[in-house]
């Protein structure tokens, strides 16, 4: 069993940046793919990032460029720096892990999620 905590949201105005940290337990992160999804109010949840387990990264489209995923082995958490931050990217965040799960959301562990709210 993983157990995912995510931290690091809060209040933002529009093109400042925030680190989401996501601490994992019951397993190594090198042995899972470690995404990160988002959910705006009334839309469904939708990929931002992924860092797999073979350390190749991807992003969605609407982020490359601005958001940044890197991992701490030693701390066993994955980050999620985000830059140039924009009322649209403003949404529930998740950490997920999982052995397969690139951009789909079929990821076996979620965390309990953390607000970002991006203000104009």
């Known amino acids: 069993q993983v157990q995912l905590v995510e931290s690091g949201g809060g209040l933002v105005q529009a093109g400042g940046s925030l680190r989401l940290s996501c601490a994992a337990s019951?397993?190594?992160?090198?042995?899972?793919?470690m995404a990160w999804f988002r959910q705006a109010p009334g839309k469904e949840r939708e990929f931002v990032g992924v860092?797999?387990?073979?350390?190749?990264?991807d992003y969605a489209d609407s982020v490359k460029g601005r958001f940044t995923i890197s991992r701490s082995y030693a701390r066993n958490t994955v980050y999620l720096q985000m830059n140039s931050l924009k009322p649209e990217d403003t949404a529930v965040y998740y950490c997920?892990?999982?052995?397969?799960?690139?951009?789909?959301?079929?990821?076996?562990?979620w965390g309990q999620g953390t607000q970002v709210t991006v203000s104009s």
């Open positions: 860092f797999g387990r073979s350390a190749t990264i």
């Open positions: 019951g397993r190594t992160i090198s042995m899972l793919d």
């Open positions: 997920a892990a999982g052995l397969v799960g690139g951009r789909t959301d079929n990821y076996d562990y």
